[in-house]
């Protein structure tokens, strides 16, 4: 009876291939049929990944047994794997046009989600210093507030709700990018590394571009994958130092 | 042969990520910084050189492309591994910044992209 479970726990990457594969093939019959290409298959492939996701637990659907393999499909190994791979074909003048804005989006990017993420978490009663740095560091990504919260010795329910300000953040960027891309003007490789580094969030950038442009990825992911580190040596010193000065 | 344009593409990564951890120990902080971003530079700069040479002809390319094209894929699955539920549950505050602190950045976007149009048509 229990010929099913092993097969997959001893094929679980195999098994991942399939999961992904179908998810992708309802997506786009949905984006086409019931959304009439309003919504790239892409998109809903991926808001349906986090609907999934859900219904796991803390490694979202890959603490079921059946489908232990999307974990590591979805790791950071694969994932930064195939980013890099995205770059064949980014062309050095386009990057080179960007120039000096691109690195001024990386600071501008990590201040505004610091100092506002911050204050908002002041204003909604967490008013030590510890606290506010740390909410305003998870406004940058989910990597940052644990890193930056363990960095100035904050509580751990403030690290929690660090991480799931970061992770709020992803889900919006995947879910909000492709649709609001034409307003804002996201549709050449200058804008997308702009965004790549005034978002930040490596996951939702990527996610977001692909469900927006393909093309655009390697140009948003480039800037991106700067903010995490940068944003890790800021906000527990400079950012923190700034803050000091008005709590 | 595909798998050489693989090997370049996993030279490139591996480079990337070593330059990173250096860099992580030089400013003294715990992890990567931009290893990614620097592999993706090096695949930029070497991929275009090799090319020009003819090192490497249009299949092994092909290796290169098979995993770009395995992106979004690794992004599905990569959605469907995350704490969802963690995120939902971490209350009002986590709700709001995450929400309002997301939104200013996306407001800042075709700001910043006059800027860069601005300094681009001066120079």
């Given at each position: 009876?229990?010929?099913?479970?092993?097969?997959?726990?001893?094929?679980?990457?195999i098994i991942a291939f399939l999961v992904v594969g179908l998810i992708m093939f309802i997506s786009v019959l949905?984006?086409?049929?019931?959304?009439?290409?309003?919504?790239?298959?892409?998109?809903?492939?991926?808001?349906?990944?986090?609907i999934l996701a859900y219904f796991g637990g803390k490694k979202g659907i890959a603490d079921m047994p059946l489908f232990a393999g999307m974990a590591f499909l979805g790791g950071s190994m694969m994932r930064d794997f195939s980013i890099v791979s995205t770059a064949m074909g980014a062309s050095l003048s386009e990057i080179k046009k960007?120039?000096?804005?691109?690195?001024?989006?990386?600071?501008?990017g990590i201040a505004v989600a610091f100092f506002l993420g911050g204050s908002i978490g002041y204003f909604?009663?967490?008013t030590d210093i510890k606290s506010v740095a740390t909410i305003g560091a998870g406004a940058c990504t989910f990597i940052v507030g644990p890193v930056t919260g363990a960095a100035l010795g904050a509580s751990s329910d403030i690290i929690a709700i660090s991480i799931a300000i970061g992770v709020i953040k992803t889900v919006v960027v995947t879910i909000l990018t492709p649709l609001i891309a034409k307003r804002i003007g996201l549709d050449n490789p200058q804008t997308a590394m702009i965004y790549g580094g005034l978002i930040g969030t490596t996951s939702g950038v990527a996610a977001g571009l692909a469900a927006?442009?393909?093309?655009?990825?390697?140009?948003?992911?480039?800037t991106a994958t700067f903010y995490t580190g940068l944003a890790c040596m800021l906000c527990p010193s400079l950012c923190y130092f700034i803050l000091s000065l008005f709590i | 042969m595909k798998i050489y344009g693989v090997a370049v593409l996993s030279a490139c990564f591996i480079a990337g990520q070593l330059i990173g951890e250096a860099l992580g120990i030089l400013f003294h902080f715990d992890g990567n910084i931009g290893g990614v971003?620097?592999?993706?530079?090096?695949?930029?700069?070497?991929?275009?050189?090799?090319?020009?040479?003819?090192?490497l002809d249009a299949e092994a390319e092909t290796g290169i492309?098979?995993?770009?094209?395995?992106?979004?894929?690794?992004?599905?699955?990569?959605?469907?591994?995350?704490?969802?539920?963690?995120?939902?549950s971490g209350g009002w505050v986590a709700l709001v910044v995450g929400v309002f602190a997301t939104l200013l950045c996306f407001l800042l976007i075709p700001l910043l992209s006059k800027l860069q149009k601005k300094t681009d048509s001066s120079l």
């Open positions: 009876m229990d010929l099913i479970p092993k097969l997959f726990a001893k094929n679980e990457l949905v984006s086409k049929h019931l959304l009439r290409n309003r919504i790239p298959g892409a998109a809903v492939a991926i808001t349906m990944g986090l960007t120039g000096w804005v691109g690195i001024l989006s990386l600071f501008i909604m009663g967490y927006t442009d393909p093309k655009l990825v390697p140009y948003g992911a480039l | 971003g620097f592999g993706m530079l090096l695949l930029i700069v070497l991929g275009d050189w090799i090319k020009k040479k003819k090192w492309h098979f995993w770009s094209g395995m992106y979004i894929p690794v992004v599905i699955a990569m959605s469907a591994t995350q704490n969802v539920k963690a995120a939902l």
